[in-house]
């Protein structure tokens, strides 16, 4: 039973189309998550017929009320003034039993108002991979939407070739993105712009509710969680690959797993999505491109914030302008955890400068690097997996000396150090090649084995786990070419 209590749709009709999933031929699900089933209050009694009727969109629960939601974005800088759930369809909302509110929408269900001639549908392969990665950045601590099922539909989609296709139940704090509000902006809509951004106010910053600032302060929060979730981005090697204004969350979620992926590498400019030809979307280009995109939201709270249009913009620009020293003071606390200190001295800032310099240079693994620094605190050995990162020798060995004095002046002992270090520095990311290889199984063979074990080991990726120690190493022969594609 799903305890479906929806706001969304009671908005006025132009927010979203009422619109229901188009049934598929051999719904069957292989996977479900029941740990985030717990966590929303989803009781669905082990019934796996039902729950492939229920996440496949055959059957409609009881206090369902279907709707593909209408939003506007700007892609790669363009702006496209009518997007919409073109393959989603939200099921409802419920409220779990700490009064947190989540979306329950299905990913890959069929054809809707907004689908602009696509299919609607989404290949097996790109539902696992969003399964396997947005699971595994929950685990990471980094705020994201989440994936409580995976159906398989019997039926093939079209893309280069034909594909089996699948369903993924994605879970999450809301859908509503930058481009939602881009959408009333854009038509001139004030009264709707109004409806909603007082919604989401209510909905993910309720304490803002009766102030009188609340749309500038709105601004500034959604502002804080975005400079956050991106440093938190960085601290992992996460590259969203397609940060567009329609795929950034107001809640401060990661949202939209198309082309991401892991670097293996520490190069700022890692690109993975084929058709992020310039860069836009490159590693070290992320905080840019969220201030880029909290522009595009301040643009449209403009009216809303003030009547006089200079002292709107006034203050917007205030807000945006502060993006940069709140994504720094967060990206910085996070690396100084990762190298285990803990102040911001400016010696810090030259230590860790060069440290990254260092790994760009040698193209040293990004992941292994911090997790192997982190044994080095209590290691005395001089060659240690963490030198084995590096080419020359002689400047690491210079640089872990200054590190290792600057250390000492933390007043811990080392045991305390690495420990703190270790919650911050994962052994284990989604590999892009085992992701691949989780896909390939699941696609060639019906084999679901591989997937169920990387999802269990990621499911802890801040543990020792010797029995799965091989997962922890980038690709042997280091696939730089590793492409991924929107074409989801
Ligand atoms: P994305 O790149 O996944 O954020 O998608 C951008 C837009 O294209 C969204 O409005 C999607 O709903 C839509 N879209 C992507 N794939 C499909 C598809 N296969 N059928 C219909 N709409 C799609
Ligand atoms: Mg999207």
Known sequence: MINFDNSYSKLPDIFFERTMPIPVKDPKLIKFNESLAKKIGLNLNKDKDLSSAIFSGNKIAEGSDPIALLYAGHQFGHFVPQLGDGRAILLGEVINKDGCRFDIQLKGSGQTAYS????????????????????????????????????????MVSRETLLPGGILTRVASSHLRVGT?????????????????DYAINRHFPNLKNDNLRYQKFLELVCDNQASLVAKWMHVGFIHGVMNTDNTSISGETIDYGPCAFMD????????????????YAYGNQPNVAQWNLACLGECLLPLIHSDRNKAIEIIEDILGDFENKFKKYWLNGMYRKIGLSDNKENNYILLEE??????????????????????????????????????????????????????EENKSEKIIKESMLKVNPAFIPRNHRVEQAIYEALNNYDYAYMERLVQLLNKPYDYQPDNAEYMDPPKNNAQNYQTFCGT
Not at 181 to 197: G, H, I, R, V
Not at 381 to 401: A, C, E, P, R, Y
């Open 181 to 197: 509000f881009e959408y009333f902006a854009a038509s001139e809509d004030l009264t709707n712009l109004k409806l909603l951004t």
């Open 116 to 155: 602009r001639g696509g299919d609607g549908r989404a290949p097996l392969g790109p539902v696992i991979r969003e399964y396997i990665i947005s699971e595994a950045m929950h685990s990471l601590n980094i705020p994201t939407t989440r994936s409580l099922a995976i159906v398989t539909t019997g039926e």
């Open 355 to 408: 440290l990254l310099h260092l790994m760009e240079q040698d193209k040293s693994d990004f992941t292994l690097t911090f997790r192997y620094l982190s044994d080095l605190v209590e290691n005395k050995n001089d060659n240690s997996n963490f030198k084995q990162q590096f080419l020359s020798k002689n400047k690491v060995d210079s640089w872990i000396g200054k590190w290792k004095e600057r250390l000492k």
């Open 265 to 280: 590498s520490y190069n700022p400019n890692t690109v993975f999505s084929s058709i992020d030809h310039r860069g836009r």
